[in-house]
């Protein structure tokens, strides 16, 4: 009656993540045990109270006695529900078992490709800037709104319509949030303008060091208070579109992403993809300890960002090294990716079960580096050698791309159909593998690509992938 009574107790406390007894392992990252309204993975915990009080001092195997407090616990909790399920006849679940609440994705094929726990049954896929340019219903609404790109992104509702449409249109299995890498500038004082047809402008970009520290917040300054300050209106829009896509019953993961620290750097202090190549390598030179004190303001408003993005409702994160291409190897290796380090540091400890994917777009040769980071997914661009590309990332990452969206362009000739674009998704899938993939692009849709086309790599890539699994299993 006694061991049934304390069985009865034990259960109670072990079983329940409420209790006022529940301790957190020193193995769980402190930051990590913050509630989220959004959380789709909750850990148990074992209580914070020695079996011995309860059963007197547990022996392990031998005879051993528990060395600790918790070794105690653990094998009381053993010994305990050893006995339950002998008594029952049935397999108990083990506390620690991760849950699923109700935001957590029906159709969670990237999640799991990303984390890389276990097989799926089809590649999952989704597009650089899905949403946009490609899109009629883009273009219909940005001229019902009467509205520019950037102005767009301060209205919560605008930012979830154009998230919507491209989830509505294909049977893509994400959505990403409709934003821009350089809204992390704007919340740093630094003006950026696009004026069409000469892509990202920063009018005013930083002229030195003395510029920065009157212009720049330093990093201790980048709190979550001040992401919500500056950045709450993207933060609204995460939360906005997660109760879209479950008014529309669209039940897949969101991605919420930022721009990475050396590409911010890059444009504000004033470089672009078209003119001023040189602008940010010259700072890294010119000026070391301000670009460090620059790099590492960057690097705490990103992880706070981004963690952010997680507690409104993002299910996965995606970093963007968009400016890889204009740095250095050796810079890269000084300057840029410490602070990749830290990031994937920072947001794998608070959140274990976010899957966190990298791109460091025309810097492939860090790829290896950046599996070793601790990052999931290492996305590769169209200049990776397919056949190498696994063994570049080993088994500690899973890869996404590295599709080429020329491939998706129609041109005079009708040399680009479905049927091309069936064959040229397939020799990707041979290439690369299916499984631990997540189909993507080597670089974002550009607005010329036709949406039958893209409907045709959607369709392909589930269709293919999921023959090559299910041949593969048979064999």
Not at 394 to 417: C, F, H, M, V, W
């Amino acid at each position: 009656m006694m061991i049934k009574a304390t069985t009865s107790l034990l259960l109670l406390l072990i079983s329940s993540p409420e209790s006022a007894f529940s301790f957190i392992s020193p193995s769980t990252p402190k930051s990590s045990t913050t509630t989220r309204g959004n959380a789709f993975a909750t850990r148990r915990s074992f209580v914070s109270l020695s079996s011995t009080t309860l059963l007197g001092l547990t022996t392990g195997p031998g005879g051993v006695p528990a060395k600790s407090a918790e070794e105690d616990l653990e094998l009381t909790r053993q010994i305990i529900m050893a006995h339950i399920e002998k008594e029952s006849g049935s397999e108990i679940e083990s506390p620690s078992s991760p849950e699923k609440d109700e935001g957590y994705p029906e159709n969670d094929l990237m999640i799991r490709a990303a984390l890389g726990r276990e097989d799926v049954e089809r590649t999952p896929v989704w597009l650089f800037r899905q949403a946009g340019r490609h899109l009629p219903e883009y273009t219909a609404y940005k001229q019902e709104k009467g509205r520019s790109f950037l102005d767009m992104l301060s209205h919560p509702e605008d930012v979830a319509e154009c998230t919507m449409q491209p989830i509505r249109r294909y049977p893509v299995d994400a959505a990403i949030l409709f934003s821009d890498i350089l809204v992390i500038a704007e919340a740093l004082n630094v003006e950026v303008t696009m004026p069409g047809g000469v892509g990202i402008l920063v009018p005013n970009p930083l002229s030195g060091p003395d510029d920065m520290n009157k212009r720049i917040p330093p990093p201790e300054e980048m709190t979550s208070e001040f992401v919500k300050d500056k950045l709450g209106h993207v933060i609204t829009s995460v939360k906005l579109i997660r109760s879209q896509m479950a008014a529309e019953g669209k039940s897949i993961p969101l991605i919420g992403f930022s721009a990475a620290p050396w590409t911010l750097l890059f444009y504000m202090v004033g470089g672009s993809s078209r003119k001023n190549n040189g602008a940010g390598m010259t700072w890294l030179s010119e000026y070391p300890e301000a670009s460090q004190k620059l790099l590492d303001t960057l690097t705490k408003i990103v992880v706070e960002y981004m963690a952010a993005q997680v507690e409104a409702g993002a299910h996965m994160l995606q970093l963007f090294e968009a400016m890889g291409m204009m740095i250095d190897e050796e810079n890269f290796y000084e300057f840029a990716m410490p602070c990749l380090k830290i990031i994937a540091d920072e947001l794998k400890g608070r959140y274990p079960e976010v899957p966190l994917m990298v791109f460091s777009r025309g810097a492939s040769f860090a790829n290896e580096e950046l599996s070793k980071l601790g990052f999931d997914v290492v996305t590769i661009d169209g200049s990776v050698d397919r056949s190498t590309a696994r063994a570049t990332v080993g088994g500690r990452a899973g890869l996404q791309g590295n599709y080429d969206p020329r491939e998706l362009i129609p041109d005079d000739e009708d040399s680009k159909t479905p049927e091309t674009v069936r064959q040229t998704a397939k020799e990707m899938l041979e290439a690369l593998g299916p499984q631990r993939l997540i189909a993507n692009l080597g670089e974002g849709l550009g607005g010329k690509e036709s949406t039958e086309l893209v409907q045709a790599f959607v369709d392909a890539i589930h269709e293919e992938s999921e023959a090559m699994i299910a041949a593969s299993a048979k064999s």
